[in-house]
């Protein structure tokens, strides 16, 4: 992620989605108001990190597709051994369905094995059905844990040689 990019980032945020799938929570009224958007840029503005898991543990990338920015997706190292890492992805309407995120998750999925992970998981909601089949089409473990589904990719030799082919 580049600081030329938070402004594209944003404002496919504000034209395609919700401000719940793409950030944390901010207080106040719902949708995009000036507070959150401020919070949207300096969320993706604390965790650059040049290539690298920054001072906030995470690398973020824009998705783009043609030039146009449509979504973005994490790598965040856990609490946990350092070889475990979350991803986390969204994409404006308009990019749904097309493919795009199956693309995006398997280049963060090699970035996770460049970077010298070995286990990525990821977090959805039950009722988000469209990530939970994305997920398990891309050869994720899928579970429930505290209503929450878990999804998680081991990154072993066989593993990442399908990713390649």
Known sequence: MRDELIEPLLSAAVAEAE????????PGPA????????AFREFHRSHF???QVGPAGSIM????VGG????GVRLTRLDTPAEVVETGIWLGRSARGRGI???ALRAVLDEAVRIGAHVVVARTTPANRAA?????RSGAVIGV?????QARFWLDEAFTTDLAG
């Open 68 to 71: 146009d920015v449509v979504g």
């Open 132 to 136: 939970i089949n994305l997920l398990r």
């Open 19 to 26: 401000p719940g799938e793409v950030m944390p929570p901010v």
């Open 49 to 51: 990190g040049g290539g």
């Open 31 to 38: 949708g995009w108001t000036a507070a959150r958007r401020d």
């Open 145 to 149: 844990e505290q209503g929450q589904v």
């Open 61 to 64: 990338y824009a998705v783009t």
């Open 101 to 103: 995120a199956s693309a």
